[in-house]
């Protein structure tokens, strides 16, 4: 343990990070630059979410880390080893107990409270990039408020698709401001973005951006009047838990086109089954999800 | 033809380093009116069409546009935001390649609706049919509008180019070169769809080109520019049929006669 600073980065660094953090929760939605350092993990892995937590966590936290829902994911599993060892904190895999949560992919199933952070990890956290790939102007877009890009391409969805067909990573509007993008979060998740009495945190090590939503931030997920926002999951409940009312992972059980639905949340869907609930599949299916990993 | 002009030029001068680019321009335009500025390559019509459209920023004049709301405004002076605004509602800027003035991976109709969508048209069904209108406007069929203008031939995309500029209702068109690289029969029928355009909308345009034809089918007014002065000006039938300035002559003198 003495070999490493507490968690990992040194003090320097991790002031250098909380400016960049606090800037960005003083201007909601806003992408603050920072200098990202290099980690001990390919970029694309986390290397945003994990500066943003090593430079959050102090040694009182309980941390917990979910991928795409998961707790025990190799991702997942890798970085909260990774904060074990390098600042000794307490870790776990219930939400309701974690005051620190890094995230990847999606918002827990529990909500959270205000003295929670939820951490994202982000690979692109521009939202115009794909519409606008220089960097200046988009720049200049956001300084400008000048957002009717990002319903053009809204625009081509419906055009081909005959819906909005953009399923993750579904842009918002934070605070009538910034647009922003949210991580590649399923657009069943995005209502919860709003008004969350926890802190979320964004960070993004390649990009080297860091944003954030205050508490009981107003994000609206953009849309048309008569193609209104849908936060849409599988039409199914949870094979597992019975759960109707949380998000899905479709799992493909045998090669005779055999699958179940089971939510993606595996907390969530543990705790509804310890208290009792059971879905269709409950007997045969195994208590964790590592096969679908 | 109201009296107020529509755009009251006064000296634009634009230096690149010691070299100018064009110097001391002032001229009027008035609501309705189609101004012609000629001159050879390098002579600075497409420095002075940019100091107007403000996409260049000039080292010297001032240019006045009556705006809608608060009247006559120096629009060098205006905020960025500002201008901006300006230059997707009252202002449409036609580029020479189609390429530069479109988003090739945007479907036809997205690019018809961008301009209405950054004036804030939030409803789906409304905006398409705005774009099917203009496409159709620009005879280009209601069925391509949800191909991309990577499909489409050199004339469709620069009618595709006109409709996405004309959707807001400008009062101003800038064109620069809006023929150049076509062939001469798609020129004509671009050339009848721009003086209908511009004659039923009442729309004032300041087309900058070095095709004569040009300027005699579309403009009423004719600036000729050399070396980044303005050499000669007037109505254009008079410019053509009895050129005063000694470049000028040269250039009615050199045009090919088929």
Redesign the interface.
């Given at each position: 343990m003495t070999e490493y600073n507490f968690a990992y980065l040194d003090e320097q660094t991790k002031r250098m990070i909380r400016r960049a953090i606090l800037k960005g929760l003083a201007v909601p939605g806003y992408q603050v630059p920072f200098a990202s350092r290099e980690m001990p993990m390919p970029y694309g892995w986390g290397t945003g979410g994990v500066q943003v937590s090593a430079a959050t966590l102090v040694p009182e936290d309980r941390f917990k880390v979910i991928d795409q829902g998961a707790d025990d994911t190799t991702n997942a599993v890798s970085i909260r080893k990774f904060f074990e060892r390098t600042a000794g904190v307490a870790t776990t895999e219930h939400t309701a107990e974690a005051s620190v949560i890094q995230t990847r992919h999606r918002i827990p199933e529990t909500p959270l409270s205000e003295d929670q952070i939820l951490v994202y990890q982000v690979p692109i956290p521009e939202p115009l990039r794909f519409l606008e790939p220089r960097e200046t102007e988009t720049r200049k877009m956001h300084s400008l408020e000048e957002y009717g890009l990002m319903h053009v391409k809204l625009y081509e969805d419906i055009s081909q698709h005959g819906a909005i067909a953009t399923s993750y990573a579904y842009p918002v509007k934070v605070e009538g401001r910034y647009v922003m993008d949210p991580s590649p979060i399923p657009k069943f998740d995005n209502p919860k973005l709003s008004d969350c009495p926890a802190i979320q945190l964004f960070g993004a090590g390649r990009e080297q951006r860091i944003y954030a939503l205050p508490p009981y931030t107003r994000v609206i997920s953009l849309d048309f009047e008569d193609y209104p926002f849908e936060a849409s999951k599988a039409d199914h409940a949870c094979d597992l838990c019975g759960a109707g009312d949380s998000y899905l992972d479709e799992v493909i059980t045998d090669d005779q086109g055999g699958r179940i639905f089971v939510c993606s949340d595996t907390d969530y869907c543990r705790g509804r089954r310890e208290a009792g609930h059971q879905g269709t599949q409950a007997q045969d299916a195994p208590m964790t999800t590592e096969a679908r990993a | 033809m109201s009296t107020t002009p529509l755009l009251q030029v006064r000296d634009i001068t634009h230096y690149y380093g010691a070299r100018i680019g064009c110097r001391d321009v002032s001229f009027d335009l008035y609501p309705g009116e189609v101004m012609g500025i000629v001159g050879e390559s390098g002579s600075g019509k497409s420095t002075l069409l940019g100091c107007l459209a403000g996409q260049l920023a000039p080292d010297a004049g001032e240019v006045l546009f009556d705006t809608r709301s608060d009247g006559l405004r120096d629009t060098l002076k205006m905020s960025?935001?500002e201008r901006?605004m300006l230059s997707?509602t009252d202002w449409a800027f036609v580029h020479q390649h189609a390429r530069d003035g479109l988003?090739m991976g945007?479907?036809a109709?997205?690019n018809v609706?961008?301009?209405l969508?950054?004036?804030g048209a939030?409803?789906?069904?409304d905006?398409?049919d705005q774009a099917v209108d203009w496409l159709g406007r620009v005879e280009i069929p209601a069925d391509r509008?949800?191909d991309r203008p990577t499909a489409f031939s050199g004339g469709m995309q620069q009618r595709l180019q006109i409709a996405r500029n004309l959707v807001t209702g400008p009062r101003l068109v800038f064109m620069d070169e809006p023929t150049g690289g076509l062939d001469v029969s798609v020129q004509a029928r671009l050339l009848d769809l721009l003086r209908g355009l511009v004659r039923e909308m009442g729309l004032s345009a300041i087309i900058v080109t070095h095709d004569l034809a040009v300027v005699r089918l579309l403009a009423d007014r004719l600036m000729v520019m050399k070396d980044g002065h303005v050499v000669e000006t007037g109505l254009t039938d008079q410019v053509l049929d009895d050129p005063q300035h000694g470049y000028t002559q040269l250039l009615v003198s050199s045009v090919l006669q088929v």
């Open positions: - | 960025e935001p901006r997707r988003r945007v479907s109709g997205g609706g961008e301009r969508m950054a004036v939030r409803h789906y069904g905006i398409r509008v949800d």
